[in-house]
């Protein structure tokens, strides 16, 4: 392989904490993922906890950038401010994630539909950017476009606000995630007032028109901001998630939903195309590393060169998928 880097693929959304897919992980077969279990050996798993503001896997992607990875607080908005020549501008401000979302009640409850789904167009963006910009500016926040459904915001505010990864709230409640420290307060009569200025904007109107999910509120997230480019990995990231990283991201929508019959059609399509390749590779000989990750721990596998007496040991002692895939 080119600079003989080995095929590392990591697998995001591995584990299951909704109860549907949960109870289901028993029910999974996975005859190449298998296979591989006899092959890899084990290195030093990544530890996270599903209590944090930032999902493991985003920790682990944040040290390959060299990005810190305090959680609440991995700047990714100053990140892809520098890389759009925005933070000279700004001097040393904050930055945010304004992620345009829709929130219904449901059992006394606010909860956030996945973001992913509501699909806004380049000009809807522009149109609602616009509508909410002057408001935001009654608060010294700039907005500024980034993608279809998120904005930029820069802001001294913030600087050191930790917040939840739009991950963490998607499908599920925002209260236990809302940020409470006294410096967001303004943030939280932002988010009141725009969702009366959303409930009646054209772009929301045409949307019902043609039943389309509305963009009622905002989310706040990957708040930060970066004394200087990002360089090298830290020395504390984990060496078994160093090199380029197949990121694979097709259980997530699933495992968010807690949608047992998708996520378990989903690892059984990941079992016969990217693990297929994979098993290949490690079957033909060449360097392959495997991360499987969940919330509680990202669990990391490679092919080493070892004697057969580790190898047959390795052959009668090796974890079945459904144990592994519990420990996640």
Known sequence: M???????????????????????????????LETLLGL??????????PDSLTPLAE??????LGLPDTDGLIPWAAHDAQQRGLTAQHDNAGWAWISMC?????????????????????????????????????????????SNGTMLACGSVFKDLPTASLERVACTTVDTWTPQLAQARSLRRLQNEMQMLLHTHWVNEARIAIKLPTANAFWVSATGQLASAPTRPPANANASISGPVQWINLLRPSALRDDALAWQAAWQALDQ??????LQHAQSGQSVKLSLCGDHQCVNLELKDSGWWSRMQR??????????????
């Open 40 to 49: 890899l050996t084990p290195t030093a798993p990544t530890l996270g906890s």
């Open 273 to 278: 195309s990217h693990l297929g390749e994979l």
């Open 102 to 146: 829709h929130l219904h009640m449901l059992s006394n409850q606010v909860v956030m539909d996945d973001p992913h789904d509501l699909q806004l167009t380049a000009d809807e963006c522009a149109a609602l950017m616009s509508a909410m910009g002057r408001y935001f500016e009654e608060d010294a926040i700039t907005l500024h476009p980034l």
């Open 315 to 328: 052959r009668f002692t090796r974890v079945a998928p459904h144990q592994l895939i519990e420990s996640l």
């Open 59 to 64: 920790r682990i992607r944040a040290r390959q």
């Open 2 to 32: 080119r600079d003989n880097l080995p095929m590392h693929m990591l697998i995001s959304h591995a584990g299951a904490l909704g109860p549907h897919c949960s109870g289901a992980i028993a029910q999974l077969k996975l005859p190449n």
